[in-house]
């Protein structure tokens, strides 16, 4: 679990987070949503230690992060897996040696065990038979694949991705967040997803925070969001049309509209 408590950041005059008080939760899919340049980029850097806080506490299970010194957050760092909006992938790698990477910086297995590893990591995003493909000879999908392969390898306690369906059609896109989704509750991750894909939002949203302006104006789970009287949120979520009439028939007919329709947006 990590905890943020009375978190601001700024940068010269400008406040980019302003009083940001949030939990997120073990084993679950916990979205950080809001427009761009409301702050959730922002903030997930200060999660991660990119980005120091003006003021504010970050626990990690208690363990304040803010407080640390510089190695002991590297050594905190190890617990952390992350997932770039790009894959980031090493063209000059393998599949299986990008994997690896990890475990060659910074576990103690010996070869043959650092190469079980990653396979196993690949076995489990259903990457079987790719270990010497080059991350160019493999689509867009599976590089993302790879990419959360990568990040499980050193079995971490938290997980951040940023953006991760990004680039991605609608289908691959569903592959990701359903992997996303059960590796979360398979190994009981705090998993932080920064997003602005609403099928991922309705599809995976166990804990919804919204950023607005640098403040969280609302915290919730997806089955709250079709009856959400906080204006800032409707604008946001129902932007097309199509979700407009979505939450119409919601609101007449009742909540359990929402699932008989939930594929019309996927």
């Not at 009083?19 to 997120?24: A, E, G, K, L």
């Not at 090493?90 to 994997?99: H, I, Q, Y």
């Not at 204006?231 to 028939?249: E, G, H, P, V, Y």
């Amino acid at each position: 679990m990590i905890e943020v408590k009375h978190l601001y950041k700024s940068f010269e005059d400008k406040d980019v987070l302003i009083d940001i008080n949030t939990v997120f939760e073990d084993g679950k899919t916990n979205l950080i949503i809001g427009q761009s340049g409301s702050g959730k980029t922002v903030l997930m850097k200060n999660l991660v230690g990119l980005f120091d806080p003006t003021k504010g506490e970050i626990l990690y299970d208690g363990r304040d992060f803010v407080g640390l010194s510089k190695h002991d957050k590297v050594m905190m760092r190890r617990e952390m897996g992350m997932i770039f909006q790009s894959a980031a992938l090493f063209d000059s790698l393998t599949v299986l040696e990008n994997v690896m990477f990890p475990l060659d910086m910074f576990s103690t297995m010996t070869l043959r065990e650092r190469t079980r590893r990653a396979q196993e990591c690949l076995d489990r995003v259903n990457l079987k038979g790719a270990d010497e493909k080059f991350p160019g000879e493999i689509s867009g999908g599976m590089q993302k694949r790879v990419a959360i392969a990568r990040a499980i390898a050193l079995n971490p306690k938290y997980l951040f991705c940023d953006e991760p369906n990004s680039g991605l059609d609608p289908k691959t896109s569903l592959v990701i967040d359903e992997l996303l989704h059960s590796i979360t509750q398979e190994y009981n991750m705090t998993t932080i997803i920064n997003t602005h894909d609403m099928n991922s939002v309705m599809g995976i949203g166990e804990n919804i925070i919204f950023i607005y302006e640098g403040r969280k104006e609302w915290q919730g789970v997806s089955s709250q969001i079709m009856g959400s009287d906080n204006q800032k949120l409707t604008d946001f979520i129902f932007a097309s049309d199509l979700l407009k009439n979505m939450r119409r028939m919601v609101i007449e007919n009742g909540l359990h509209v929402m699932n008989e329709n939930k594929n019309r947006i996927q």
